[in-house]
Every structure is written in structure tokens, then in C-alpha cells.
Nanobody, 116 residues
Framework: QVQLVESGGGLVQPGGSLRLSCAAS????????VGWHRQAPGKERELVAD???????NYVDSVKGRFTISRDNARNTVYLQMNSLTPEDTAVYYC??????????WGQGTQVTVSS
């Protein structure tokens, strides 16, 4: 069992930056892939970015060049650096970790609001 706690969300102006963090309750060395998903009001949850233990990283087209996902195994933490934010990035952001056996764990979500 892994508990995930996200932080770093908030209100930011268009063009601003935020860094989301996702802290796991135990070592993430056995975690195969980690990802960030988001869900805007009235929309389905979508994958924003993910990365595997093998180093493969994927981003949804709308965030390429603006968002960066990273993991720090020593701190059991995954990050999402978000730059050049736009109102379209407004959503609840969720951290997800998938074990080598395909078990998914989710955080509770953190709200990101981009508005002037």
C-alpha cells in the first residue's frame, strides 16, 4: 500500500509557474511508472505526463515544452514543473503511481487555477 500526498497547487496568473509535488509514504524504487493527470470541470480526467523507471517520458501535446515531470527516488517524491500556465491548465491535478505488478495508487488531488 502506498499513500500519495500532493501539494503545490494554487492560484496563479497566466504566464506564471507552479511546481506540484507528490510525496509517497514509502520507497518508490518498486514503482514502475509515475504520472500526473488532471480533470477540469465537466471534462474527463486526462493524462498530462508520465515517466517510467526506464526513463521513457510522455506528455500530452498541450503541455509539451511547458511542463516537466521528474522523480526523486531518494525523497520518494514526484514533481511536475509547470511553466507558461494558461487558463486552459485550470484543473484538479492528480498524482498516480503504478507498481511493477500494475497496481495503481492515486493522490487526493490538488487544485490549480490559472486566472488574472
Amino acid at each position: 500500500q502506498v499513500q500519495l500526498v500532493e501539494s503545490g497547487g494554487g492560484l496563479v496568473q497566466p504566464g506564471g509557474s507552479l511546481r506540484l509535488s507528490c510525496a509517497a509514504s514509502r520507497s518508490i524504487l518498486s514503482i514502475n511508472s509515475v504520472g500526473w493527470h488532471r480533470q477540469a470541470p465537466g471534462k474527463e480526467r486526462e493524462l498530462v505526463a508520465d515517466t517510467t523507471s526506464g526513463g521513457t517520458t510522455n506528455y500530452v501535446d498541450s503541455v509539451k515544452g511547458r511542463f516537466t515531470i521528474s522523480r526523486d527516488n531518494a525523497r520518494n517524491t514526484v514533481y511536475l514543473q509547470m511553466n507558461s500556465l494558461t487558463p486552459e491548465d485550470t484543473a484538479v491535478y492528480y498524482c498516480r503511481m503504478t507498481t511493477l505488478w500494475g497496481i495503481n495508487y492515486w493522490g487526493q488531488g490538488t487544485q490549480v487555477t490559472v486566472s488574472s
